[in-house]
């Protein structure tokens, strides 16, 4: 069985089910999941998009519906006993769904550690007592976990092997029907409804006060896995600017930027390893938000700017996430070539701390050492 509740973790799923598949055909999977992991074989039970949330309110709003999803992979547990259950970071729901395995004497591998260094660090006891094996894909983690004794393997990101570090430019542009002698600016808002609703129009107020300065800007939207045009339909009516909608193929979408305006998350990972500047914005309920300042100890909020402890790119966050800032902090990416070129070159230090490549298949290969296949 094979847990992954957002569009990120649906995508490393692929590529790691890929890597199993290769080495050893006769593994099969199921579970929880978006449209990569359904491409790559497995027998989706829950889409990841009915999972994905972000906020201690909104989870709050969708409780029920997530404890009943919960009940549900319980019962396939119970029925099925698989071999191992892979959970992909989202812990919230797979830590709990981790002890009941557990219960059932199920191996359980966790790939991509809930952020325990960050805020709530009394957890980390519990996961221990829930996992057999902690993949880890930051290497500043090995030691956190071995200072407690829990069973740990770094395996790097894998975002590392899924975003080249070479690559054509002008013809990704071309390949997505764009101008590739003017600039595009990308409209990332997120892969969870409740980060369209609240993002999405605050980047299109900013893109429409930045067309009207630039009408030879072009503009583009990238949609996670978890996300579908219906999805974000209702927010584009009315905007007379043109802006191309990327469905499933958010590589190329970031690759053909000139910079990104991008919600926060694992996408700022992947835009920073495809050396494009960008501005970072977050805004949840303002409840939410405070309660997370209390339990959250970073200099940071942009994993781009964690991973290379130091602000590279600018984060806008809960008020300042307003179009008027934005549209400051883009113009000066869009626009002074210094600056952007700058940030550009520091974004390179990013690779250096994810790993080297070939780290999917780390984690393929520790997947078939649990399973008694290597």
């Known amino acids: 069985m094979i847990i992954a509740g957002e569009a990120s ?5 692929a590529q790691l089910i890929r890597q199993v598949t290769k080495l050893d055909s006769q593994v099969t999977f199921f579970g929880i999941g978006g449209s990569n992991m359904r491409s790559a074989g497995v027998d989706i039970k829950i889409d990841a998009s009915k999972l994905a949330v972000i906020g201690l309110v909104e989870v ?9 999803y919960l009940d549900d992979m319980k019962a396939l547990l119970k029925s099925q006993r698989p071999d191992l259950l892979i959970l992909i970071d989202y812990p919230g729901f797979n830590l ?3 002890k009941a395995a557990k219960l059932l004497k199920i191996k359980v591998l966790f790939y991509i550690s809930p952020q325990v260094w960050a805020w709530r660090k009394g957890r980390v006891k519990k996961i221990g007592q829930s996992i057999d094996m902690m993949a880890v894909i930051f290497d500043f983690e090995t030691k956190f976990y071995e200072d407690y004794n829990i069973p740990v393997r770094f395996v790097g990101h894998p975002l590392t092997d899924e975003i080249p570090e070479h690559y054509n430019k002008i013809d990704t542009i071309n390949s997505l029907n764009l101008d590739s002698n003017n600039k595009i600016l990308g409209l990332f808002p997120g892969s969870r409804k409740s980060e369209i609703k609240n993002l999405l129009p605050i980047l299109l107020e900013s893109a429409s006060r930045l067309h009207k300065q630039d009408k030879n800007l072009q503009f583009l939207i990238p949609l996670a896995s978890t996300i579908t045009q219906e999805d974000i339909a209702p927010f584009l009516n009315g905007i007379e600017i043109p802006i191309t909608i990327i469905d ?11 910079a990104i305006i991008t919600a926060s998350g694992t996408v700022t990972l992947e835009i920073a390893l495809s050396g494009v500047p960008m501005v970072v914005i977050y805004k949840i309920a303002s409840m939410s938000y405070y309660i997370l300042r209390m339990m959250i100890h970073l200099d940071h909020l942009a994993l781009c700017n964690i991973v290379a402890d130091q602000r590279i790119v600018p984060e806008l966050i809960q008020q300042q996430a ?13 626009y002074y070539d210094n600056y952007s070129a700058s940030i550009i070159e520091k974004l390179k230090s990013v690779r250096t701390h994810l790993g080297r490549s070939g780290n999917g298949l780390l984690v393929a290969e520790l997947a078939l050492e649990m399973l008694g296949r290597r």
Not at 9 to 13: A, K, S
Not at 60 to 68: G, M, P
Not at 322 to 334: A, F, M, Q
């Open 9 to 13: 973790g649906d995508l490393h799923g």
């Open 96 to 98: 709990r769904l981790a």
């Open 60 to 68: 709050i709003k969708h409780y029920r519906q997530l404890v009943s």
């Open 322 to 334: 307003n179009p008027d800032e934005i549209v400051n902090e883009i113009e000066k990416i869009l």
């Open 248 to 258: 499933n193929n958010s590589t190329a979408a970031i690759q053909a930027c000139s």
